[in-house]
C-alpha cells in the first residue's frame, strides 16, 4: 500500500473530485459515514460523545459526523473551536445542516472549554492535514484540555497538531488519541516510533478516492500489506526436490552464544530452504548437531570463536545459494578477520546482522566489500553504529535511504513497523509484529529467515518484505497463543507458516 505526502493526497482529492466526479460536499460525506461505521462498530450509544470541529474541512468531517450520530441516537455535544475568523465553505454546509438538528457550543475563550468526563468519547475534528504552523492560543488550550481529561479520544483523518509527513517543532501542543481514523491511505507519521504518542491505535476508512490516480502516484513509502505480501510467495512445484530450494550457509555462535546459531538454524530450515549447513566454533558442534539434527555442522578449527580456519575441509563458498552471518558470532579480532576472507569471497548477496555489523560499523573498509545487494539486518543502536546519530524519526528515515541507496544494500532497520530500505530508494514499513518480539533471539530468527529465503532464489528485496513480514506474523500468531510477556524466539520459529 502506498503512502502519499499531504499535498500528493490532496491532488489526489481533487482528481476525485473532478474525475468521478463527485461534489467536494459529497465526498466529505463520505468520508463522515466512513468514520461514522468505523465508530459505531466500537463504541455503543452509551457512551456521550464530544465532538470538537475546527474552522475546515476537519471540522466539516466532524459537523457531518455529529449529524449522523445524532440520527442514530448517539447523544452528542458539538463543539466548534472559534480560533479564527473565517470557515470553510463545506464546513459551513455541514453547520447549517447540524444547526437544524442539534445545538452547537462555540468555544471562543478559555472560559468556554468544557469539562470533560470520563464515559464520554472525544472525536478530535479540530485540525487535519490542512495544519501548517504549530498551535497555539486557544487551540493549544483546547489540545490540553482533551489530553488531560480521562475520556477516550478518537481523531479524525489525524491528530490534530500533528504534521503528516514532516518533523513537529520541540514542545508542539498536539492532541494524544487512542484511536486514529485516516481517510483512505495512512500517513507517514503514523509509522514514526518516537510520534505513537499522537497516534494510538489506528486505522484507515476506504472513502473512495480514485484507485487509477494512486496507482500512478510515485511514492518512495508503502506500507507492506498482507495482500501484498501473498503475491510474492512462491508456491512449489509438485516435481520440486531439495536441491530446488537452495543451499544456505550459517556463520553463526560463539562461546556462551550458540543459542543464537541454533535460533537462526531452526528459523532457516522452517522457512523452506533445501539444505542448511551451519558453521560454529568447535564448542558447538555437538549443541547443534543435537539441537538442529537437519542441519549439516561444519566445525571451526577454534575452540570458541569463528576465525574461518575449519577443523575438517569444507565446500567451496559459491557452492552455497546463500550466506547468513552474525548472530552471536562475537568481535573478537579472528572473527574480524574470517568476516574479512568471508566479505572477499561471497560475490552473492548475503545476510549480515549483529556482531558482523558491529564489526563493519567498527571497520568501515569493510562496508566496500560487502556484495550489493546484500541485506544488512541492524536494530537502531547497530544502525546508528553504522550510520550517525539522528535528530528525529524522519532524519532517521533519511539516513536510511542514503545509506541503502549509496551502498546499494537492502537494509532492515528492525523496530515497530520495521523499516526496509532499498537500492533504488524506496522504503517499505512492515504491518506485523507485536513488542513481545522484544526479547532476546528473534532477530536471529530474523537472519534464518532471510538466508533461507536467499537461498531459494527470491530477490532480496521481496526476501526483505516477505521475511520481515512473515517473522511478525509469526510473533503475532505466537502471542496470541501465548501472550506478549511470555513470548521466546523459540515459539516465534514454531509459529511460522508459510501459507
Ligand atoms: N480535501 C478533501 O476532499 C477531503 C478532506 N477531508 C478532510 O479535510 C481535512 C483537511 O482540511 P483543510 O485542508 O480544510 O484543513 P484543516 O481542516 O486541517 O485545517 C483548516 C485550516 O486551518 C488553518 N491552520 C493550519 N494550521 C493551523 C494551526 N496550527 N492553528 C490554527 N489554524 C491552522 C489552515 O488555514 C487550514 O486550511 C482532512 O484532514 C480531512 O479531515 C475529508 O473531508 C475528505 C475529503
Ligand atoms: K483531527
Redesign the pocket.
Same mark, same amino acid.
Request: hydrophobic content about 35%; proline content about 3%.
Given at each position: 500500500m502506498k503512502i502519499l505526502t499531504v499535498e500528493q493526497t490532496?491532488a489526489l +482529492?481533487q482528481y476525485t473530485?473532478e474525475h468521478e466526479p463527485v461534489a467536494?460536499l459529497n465526498?466529505?460525506e463520505r468520508?463522515a459515514q466512513a468514520f461514522t461505521d468505523w465508530y459505531t462498530a466500537r463504541f455503543d450509544k452509551n457512551r456521550p460523545v464530544r465532538i470538537f470541529c475546527?474552522?475546515?474541512?476537519?471540522?466539516?468531517?466532524g459537523l457531518a459526523i455529529a449529524r449522523l450520530l445524532i440520527q442514530l441516537d448517539y447523544t452528542v455535544q458539538t463543539c466548534v473551536v472559534r480560533?479564527?475568523p473565517r470557515e470553510?465553505e463545506d464546513f459551513m454546509h455541514n453547520h447549517r445542516r447540524l444547526k437544524l438538528l442539534a445545538s452547537i457550543k462555540y468555544i471562543e475563550s478559555e472560559q468556554d472549554i468544557p469539562v470533560i468526563r470520563p464515559k464520554e468519547v472525544v472525536i478530535d475534528a479540530i485540525?487535519?492535514?490542512?495544519?501548517?504552523?504549530?498551535?497555539?492560543g486557544l487551540?493549544q488550550s483546547v489540545i490540553d484540555a482533551i489530553n488531560h481529561s480521562p475520556a477516550t479520544v478518537v481523531a479524525? +483523518?489525524?491528530a490534530s497538531?500533528l504534521f503528516a509527513d514532516t518533523a513537529n517543532g520541540p514542545n508542539a501542543t498536539i492532541v494524544q488519541p487512542d484511536y486514529t481514523v485516516a481517510?483512505q491511505l495512512p500517513k507517514l507519521a503514523f509509522l514514526l516510533p518516537t510520534l505513537s504518542l499522537y497516534v494510538g491505535e489506528w486505522h484507515w476508512v476506504d472513502?473512495g478516492l480514485s484507485r487509477a490516480y494512486i496507482e500512478r502516484t510515485p511514492t518512495t513509502y508503502f506500507y507492506t500489506t498482507d495482500q501484498e505480501v501473498r503475491h510474492l510467495l512462491r508456491t512449489r512445484n509438485r516435481f520440486s526436490h531439495k536441491g530446488s530450494f537452495g543451499h544456505a550457509l550459517l556463520l553463526v555462535g560463539s562461546y556462551g552464544k550458540i543459542g543464537a546459531g541454533v535460533l537462526a538454524s531452526r528459523a532457516c530450515l522452517r522457512s523452506g530452504v533445501g539444505l542448511l549447513s551451519v558453521q560454529v566454533p568447535r564448542c558447538g558442534y555437538e549443541i547443534l548437531q543435537t539441537s538442529v539434527p537437519e542441519a549439516m555442522c561444519q566445525p571451526d578449527g577454534h575452540l570458541h570463536i569463528l576465525t574461518g580456519q575449519p577443523e575438517v575441509e569444507q565446500p567451496e563458498l559459491d557452492t552455497f545459494s546463500a550466506v547468513g552471518v552474525g548472530p552471536g558470532i562475537g568481535t573478537a579480532p579472528e572473527t574480524l578477520e574470517m568476516l574479512r576472507k568471508l566479505l572477499a569471497s561471497v560475490k552473492k548477496p548475503m545476510v549480515i546482522d549483529a556482531d558482523a555489523i558491529n564489526l563493519i560499523a567498527k571497520n568501515r573498509d569493510l562496508i566496500d566489500k560487502i556484495p550489493k545487494n546484500s541485506i544488512l539486518t541492524p536494530h537502531p543502536k547497530e544502525f546508528e553504529r553504522l550510520t550517525r546519530r539522528w535528530t528525529s524519526d524522519y532524519d532517521k528515515l533519511g539516513i536510511l535511504r542514503d545509506f541503502a541507496q549509496r551502498n546499494r544494500f537492502v537494509v532492515v532497520l528492525k523496530g515497530a513497523n520495521t523499516a526496509i530500505a532499498t537500492p533504488d530508494g524506496t522504503t517499505h514499513f512492515n504491518s506485523t509484529g507485536n513488542p513481545g518480539m522484544s526479547t532476546g533471539g528473534t532477530g536471529d530468527v530474523l537472519t534464518g529467515i532471510l538466508t533461507a529465503l536467499l537461498a531459494q532464489g527470491y530477490d532480496p528485496v521481496e526476501a526483505a518484505v516477505l521475511g520481515v513480514f512473515e517473522h511478525g506474523r509469526a510473533g503475532d500468531r505466537a502471542a496470541d497463543l501465548r501472550g506478549q510477556i511470555g513470548l521466546t524466539a523459540s515459539d516465534v520459529i514454531e509459529a511460522l507458516r508459510w501459507d
Open positions: 490532496r +482529492d473530485i467536494p465526498l466529505m468520508a475546527g474552522l475546515g474541512n476537519n471540522g466539516g468531517d480560533y479564527a470553510s485540525l487535519g492535514s490542512g495544519l501548517s504552523r504549530t498551535t497555539e487551540v479524525v +483523518d489525524i497538531g481517510f472513502i
